[in-house]
């Protein structure tokens, strides 16, 4: 049991002894999806933070204050090394990042933006670093870029149907949906969507030969996969962002 007077004491402890990432930084992108991730999770209460201390990090991703992150953790779990050191930039210490690049001190960082460092009470930095929330957060960047390469594959195909003069057949709904797969329906409809104004949508030209290519015909099953995929993935990332996933989980129901 840590005595009370030394529950301050003890935070900084948390946070120090954690914060020990090494390599390379995040991008400010990065380090701002790990801290938005983590407002996300403690919002949903089971941490144990205290308002004070959720209401200074929330403070810190508004003032644009980014902590520097390194992408490799050294310390048990992957997600340690990323949480402390954005805690560590919370109460006053650790480094910044800002979009240019320029590195600052944390306590100078704060001060530029008119914020005090963070006074953590118990539980406080165990909260902001007992969490999954820096894979999650990196990983609903990764989410968009992937829906992003879906919709590129999708409308390269559409392109490339309207260049051969292909056969619009095999994206129609009835074929696309006899197989009820709901990636494969979802890629059939966004090339017929993107085709849709065109001269071989609207029966302007004939189809250039009665049976296409296999690599034509078979899209929508192929980019099916990939749309899947991005549904799994956006599905289980929501689940994860409107979670508590603390570790310990406190219940005081």
Same mark, same amino acid.
């Given at each position: 049991?840590?005595?009370?007077?030394?529950?301050?004491?003890?935070?900084?402890?948390?946070?120090?002894?954690?914060?020990?990432?090494?390599?390379?930084?995040?991008?400010?992108?990065?380090?701002?999806?790990?801290?938005?991730?983590?407002?996300?999770?403690?919002?949903? /209460?089971?941490?144990?933070?205290?308002?004070?201390?959720?209401?200074?990090?929330?403070?810190?991703?508004?003032?644009?204050?980014?902590?520097?992150?390194?992408?490799?953790?050294?310390?048990?779990?992957?997600?340690?090394?990323?949480?402390?050191?954005?805690? %560590?930039?919370?109460?006053?210490?650790?480094?910044?990042?800002?979009?240019?690049?320029?590195?600052?001190?944390?306590?100078?960082? $704060?001060?530029?933006?008119?914020?005090?460092? %963070?006074?953590?009470?118990?539980?406080?930095?165990?909260? $902001?670093?007992?969490?999954?929330?820096?894979?999650?957060?990196?990983?609903?960047?990764?989410?968009?870029?992937?829906?992003?390469?879906?919709?590129?594959?999708?409308?390269?195909?559409?392109?490339?149907?309207?260049?051969?003069?292909?056969?619009? %057949?095999?994206?129609?709904?009835?074929? %696309?949906?006899?197989?009820?797969?709901?990636?494969?329906?979802?890629?059939?409809?966004?090339?017929?969507?993107?085709?849709?104004? /065109?001269?071989?949508?609207?029966?302007?030209?004939?189809?250039?030969?009665?049976?296409?290519?296999?690599?034509?015909?078979?899209?929508?099953?192929?980019?099916?996969?990939?749309?899947?995929?991005?549904?799994?993935?956006?599905?289980?990332?929501?689940?994860?962002?409107?979670?508590?996933?603390?570790?310990?989980?406190?219940?005081?129901?």
């Amino acid at each position: 049991e840590i005595p009370p007077e030394l529950q301050t004491e003890f935070q900084q402890f948390v946070l120090a002894s954690h914060a020990a990432g090494v390599g390379e930084p995040l991008s400010v992108a990065q380090s701002r999806a790990i801290m938005a991730a983590r407002l996300a999770g403690l919002a949903q /209460g089971g941490s144990g933070i205290s308002v004070s201390a959720f209401e200074a990090l929330m403070a810190l991703v508004e003032a644009d204050v980014t902590p520097l992150v390194t992408r490799f953790g050294s310390v048990g779990a992957a997600d340690l090394a990323p949480l402390a050191a954005i805690g %560590a930039v919370l109460v006053g210490q650790g480094t910044t990042l800002t979009a240019d690049g320029e590195r600052l001190p944390g306590a100078q960082a $704060l001060a530029a933006a008119g914020l005090a460092p %963070a006074r953590l009470g118990p539980k406080d930095a165990l909260a $902001l670093v007992g969490a999954n929330s820096g894979s999650f957060g990196l990983a609903c960047l990764a989410s968009r870029s992937l829906d992003t390469l879906v919709r590129a594959a999708d409308l390269v195909a559409a392109m490339t149907v309207e260049a051969l003069g292909a056969s619009l %057949a095999p994206f129609t709904a009835p074929v %696309a949906e006899a197989r009820p797969l709901p990636g494969q329906a979802a890629s059939a409809a966004a090339i017929r969507e993107a085709v849709g104004g /065109g001269d071989l949508a609207q029966g302007l030209i004939a189809p250039a030969s009665l049976q296409d290519a296999l690599s034509i015909r078979t899209v929508p099953r192929v980019h099916g996969v990939l749309h899947q995929a991005a549904a799994d993935l956006r599905e289980i990332l929501t689940v994860e962002l409107n979670s508590p996933t603390d570790i310990p989980l406190v219940d005081v129901a």
